[in-house]
């Protein structure tokens, strides 16, 4: 019978009770702590591992949150336009479509937004906008009717290609019906030209800085190395080559067509083979201490269609989204790159597999350096690399007619 109960039913009395109680006090004694074991060891290390892991994200995102306030954007109309925007419509464009159309409707008086599938010639004739803009996918957005047909209304049309060079033999049969040609690739340029295209331009693209939100991401989203990216043989092969120094890294690829690698079951753990929103994408790239860029191949007859093997001289579209994440971006070179980003201050190269893996190991173990390289890259894209910034000399371009 216990204690308790004994009092209850008068069995026990309660001075015996209370003298139970200082028996069982007396009995427990307060044990000095035993010695960590290895795996409390490992455990608090881990634990201060972490902890200064946080820290250093949440200590490099305050500065970037901190950075895009200091550096505010322009805001309001700046041009008395209706303009109908035609766009991709894809996927791998969704980005972009997203970045224009926003942009546009913060910069002119209406905006009129289409899919290449709707009555466009329709719509056009209806609503008389002053431009048509059309972001291509693949030189297919548009048949060549119905752009002569637009234009029949007296209506400008405008086209920007973001797949140039790789698609070149699509884009060169429909260029010469617009009234404007914009390339990101600035090696097109004359090849367009002598097509007998009046009007072509060199126009990259960019971000939309309202899309980016260096906000905290889940531990799920951080990684000390990021690339994202379909494998394009190119990028196949130098990911071989470096596949047994990345098997031990902290590392994430996403990407469609993976599974080509040799190295694979090496790699297979680290590996996404999906299709990532912009807004997974953006998360993935600021979680990140350092993002890798490299570009496709113009040679990949598998993939591409430039018979006439024009180069490319001009860095990707991701070359913004990476530094507008706020993180790190090591790319291989292109011609252009240094009129954008100062290497080594804004962003920095690679020219092999064996730098790149150098340049990673110094990066990784210089933080702070990191951390101001990327935020360097930051400002420099808040100021001169966004959608805001392109559409303007775009538009300045169509309205002088030049």
């Not at 297919?140 to 047909?149: H, T, Y």
């Not at 009046?198 to 990259?204: D, E, F, I, S, T």
């Not at 090591?330 to 064996?354: C, H, M, N, W």
Request: hydrophobic share 35%.
């Amino acid at each position: 019978m216990s204690a308790l109960r004994a009092v209850k039913s008068k069995k026990l009395p309660i001075r015996s009770l209370k003298n139970q109680r200082r028996r069982v006090r007396r009995a427990v004694k307060v044990k000095k702590p035993a010695p960590l074991s290895r795996y409390q060891d490992e455990w608090r290390k881990g634990s201060d591992q972490g902890y200064g892991k946080g820290w250093s994200h949440g200590f490099h995102m305050g500065r970037c949150q901190s950075l895009m306030r200091d550096i505010p954007q322009e805001r309001g109309i700046l041009w008395d336009l209706k303009v109908m925007f035609v766009r991709a419509n894809g996927l791998p464009y969704t980005a972009m479509d997203e970045g224009i159309e926003a942009s546009l409707r913060d910069m002119v008086r209406e905006v009129i937004v289409v899919n290449p599938v709707d009555p466009l010639v329709q719509i056009a004739a209806e609503t008389r906008p002053d431009l048509v803009l059309v972001l291509d996918a693949i030189g297919q957005s548009l048949p060549e009717d119905v752009v002569q047909a637009i234009r029949a209304h007296g209506i400008r049309t405008a086209i920007w290609l973001p797949d140039d060079p790789y698609h070149s033999d699509q884009s060169t049969g429909l260029v010469p019906h617009f009234d404007y040609v914009f390339t990101l690739e600035k090696s097109c340029v004359e090849p367009y030209k002598a097509l007998g295209c009046q009007n072509v331009h060199y126009l990259p693209f960019g971000i939309n800085p309202d899309s980016v939100k260096l906000d905290y991401v889940p531990t799920n989203f951080r990684k000390d190395i990021c690339f994202i990216g379909t494998a394009f043989w190119n990028r196949v092969a130098f990911i071989d080559e470096i596949a047994d120094y990345l098997q031990h890294k902290d590392v994430m690829i996403n990407g469609y067509w993976w599974d080509r690698l040799s190295s694979y079951d090496k790699l297979s753990s680290k590996i996404q083979g999906l299709w990532l929103s912009p807004q997974d994408t953006m998360k993935y790239y600021h979680g990140a201490k350092i993002v890798i860029n490299l570009h496709r191949a113009t040679d990949d007859k598998s993939h591409n269609s430039n018979s006439r093997q024009i180069p490319a001289f001009s860095p990707n579209p991701r070359l913004f989204d990476i530094t507008a994440a706020g993180t790190l971006q090591l790319t291989d070179v292109r011609d252009e790159l240094a009129t954008f980003y100062k290497p080594g201050e804004e962003i920095d190269t690679f020219s092999s597999p064996q730098e790149l893996i150098q340049k990673i190991e110094y990066y990784l173990a210089h933080e702070e350096e990191r951390q101001h390289i990327a935020l360097r890259g930051l400002a420099r894209t808040l100021k001169d690399h966004t959608y805001r910034k392109r559409l303007n000399e775009l538009l300045t371009i169509t309205n002088k007619g030049g």
